[in-house]
């Protein structure tokens, strides 16, 4: 059974069958690869996140304006690894908590002074956590709108133990995060950072360079090391897709992206995309029939020496 599960490949010695040749893994460590002092640009990346939230923390402090503490997460929330990321995280985080404190304002104007009991401040919470649920569940483009709209209409209406009719929670919140997504862009931007432009490129190379890998799975040797990879084979190839995919949105974001040659190169890419994924599906039916066979029995010596 467990041969017919795998193809008729022998598992090396000392080593349990796997579920597939395909998606084999390997014990992995408690420290990344990257988790290294040569690993200079990720420490270049986490000392600019600091500086931005140790301006935020000193701007909050200086001014003794507590309202605006939202600053400080905001620069490590829009902390991402390219240009068009960040400019997509901080208007999400943006618009999101305008639209959620609006929300808020809206709820203690119309509806808070006439409030009697917790069963009706419970409507009220259910009916904007609803609206905000709602989006939380849609797409990665506002998923994070969601999110930060709930947050906003929570610190609005639940800021006092009680029924409120105070707007400052909704003003602090949305001027903090303005206030965080200034630093942010003054910090990230102009120390520079990476282009989704220039790194989907190298995303799709590596999509190709593992269906490279892939394609090659069972035509080596008869121990065949190359079906214990680090992840699975299939695992690699969908991730770089995904990667390439998100900075392909990404790119939409960052300054220039208006421009025909960039339009061209996303349009280019994207078309590249499909046909990898094509070209994928044809690849795991071959390779998939080429384990099915089991060259080892198969070359068995006859009675004369040679083989069948």
Request: aromatic letters at 4%; a neutral charge.
């Amino acid at each position: 059974a467990a041969r017919a599960e795998t193809g008729g490949l022998r598992a090396p010695p000392g080593t349990a069958a796997a579920s597939g040749p395909l998606d084999s893994l390997s014990p992995s460590k408690f420290f990344t690869p990257t988790c290294s002092l040569s690993n200079t640009a990720d420490l270049a990346f986490a000392l600019k996140g600091g500086l931005a939230a140790s301006s935020c923390d000193l701007m909050v402090n200086g001014f003794a304006w507590p309202g605006v503490q939202t600053s400080i997460w905001t620069t490590v929330l829009v902390a991402q690894a390219t240009q068009g990321a960040i400019v997509q995280k901080a208007l999400l985080r943006l618009v999101g908590a305008a639209a959620g404190g609006l929300l808020g304002v809206l709820a203690i104007v119309s509806v808070m002074p006439n409030l009697e009991n917790l069963t009706s401040f419970l409507v009220v919470v259910a009916i904007g956590s609803g609206c905000a649920g709602w989006l939380s569940t849609g797409s990665t483009r506002i998923a994070y709108a969601g999110l930060q709209i709930g947050l906003a209409f929570a610190l609005t209406i639940g800021d006092a133990p009680g029924p409120t009719t105070s707007m400052v929670a909704a003003r602090g919140r949305v001027l903090g995060v303005l206030l965080g997504n200034v630093v942010a862009a003054v910090v990230y931007l102009g120390f520079g950072s990476g282009r989704a432009r220039e790194a989907m490129g190298k995303s799709m190379a590596a999509t190709l360079r593992a269906l490279s890998t892939l394609v090659r799975v069972g035509t080596s040797g008869a121990e065949r090391p190359e079906l214990t990879p680090t992840r699975g084979h299939r695992w690699n190839v969908y991730q770089n897709l995904l990667t390439t995919l998100r900075l392909h949105d990404e790119a939409s974001y960052e300054p220039g992206s208006t421009l025909p040659e960039t339009l061209a190169a996303r349009d280019a890419v994207l078309r590249l995309v499909g046909d990898a994924q094509g070209l994928l599906l044809t690849i795991l039916s071959l390779v998939r029939h080429r384990l099915d066979i089991d060259l080892h029995d198969a070359a068995t010596p006859d009675a004369d020496g040679d083989r069948i």
